[in-house]
């Protein structure tokens, strides 16, 4: 199945792992009965191996342009949240260049799991970003990171005013998202982006064009936004109010 839109696919991968329910998921976007969970719960032990094969960039070049504006506003001390942290690919990376004071999120528990065995993070959760209250963390971070998480539209364009609340003001996030998922019509992602920026909440710092999964041939948008002190806030509400 992968070969007729994948050729690269059947090159890189064993049959097994061809029939992957995960990676049928992953290229054709089909759960069929299974909860997004289950899929990366089933698979988890593998998955690092997988992004491997595939080339998933995600993690290198997210990292990167985060790392970027860390050194730019922060300290090595400032409160990472690592949302839909996965196995901690992204944690990872963010620990071997001194950031240890994280936070790891994500949906999965075997996920989650695998992620414990790197002793990188402080406390690690289980939410569903789509279905789980976030209040408790409301403005406690400086900084979140979220790579992967809007890949397939799994995750819908509600978290993105999710992930804006964690932050504290003057705080960034960084996510990346498939350019045609965010420029796709009705979607969300982009119509609740430019209302967060319309609104005086945050302002984009950045947007780089870069592969995501380089064996699909896979694009995506890697955004950065930074949220608005309550100052800036105000006086972006009191100019909307006089146009």
């Known amino acids: 199945m992968a070969s007729k839109a994948y050729p690269k696919i059947d090159e890189i991968l064993s049959e097994s792992e061809r029939s992957s ?5 992953i290229l054709y976007h089909d ?3 299974d909860t997004v969970d289950n899929l990366y719960g089933e698979e988890a032990q593998q998955y690092e191996e997988l992004c491997e094969k595939l080339e998933y960039q995600g993690p290198f070049i997210g990292t990167r342009i985060f790392v ?7 300290n090595k001390e400032c409160n ?8 901690g690919m992204c944690g990872k990376i963010l620990n071997n260049a001194g950031y240890t004071n994280m936070t790891a999120v994500d949906i999965s528990d075997q996920m989650l799991e695998e992620a414990k065995k790197k002793n990188i993070y402080k406390s690690v959760v289980q939410k569903d970003l789509n279905r789980d209250s976030f209040e408790e963390f409301d403005g406690l971070f400086d900084a979140v990171i979220c790579i992967g998480v809007f890949y397939y539209g799994q995750v819908e364009s509600g978290a993105i005013d999710k992930a804006w609340k964690v932050l504290k003001p003057g705080g960034i996030i960084c996510f990346s998202i498939r350019n045609d998922l965010y420029d796709q019509e009705g979607s969300g992602y982009k119509d609740r982006c430019e209302s967060l920026v319309k609104e005086g909440k945050w302002k984009q710092l950045s947007c780089e064009t870069s592969p995501l999964v380089a064996k699909m041939d896979s694009m995506g948008y890697y955004f950065t936004f930074q949220r608005s002190t309550y100052f800036s806030m105000i006086i972006s509400l009191l100019y909307s109010y006089i146009l």
């Open 31 to 33: 759960k069929s009965k």
């Open 21 to 25: 329910k995960l990676l049928s998921f």
């Open 80 to 87: 990472i949240l690592d949302l839909g942290a996965g196995t």
């Open 68 to 74: 970027g504006y860390l050194e730019q506003l922060f």
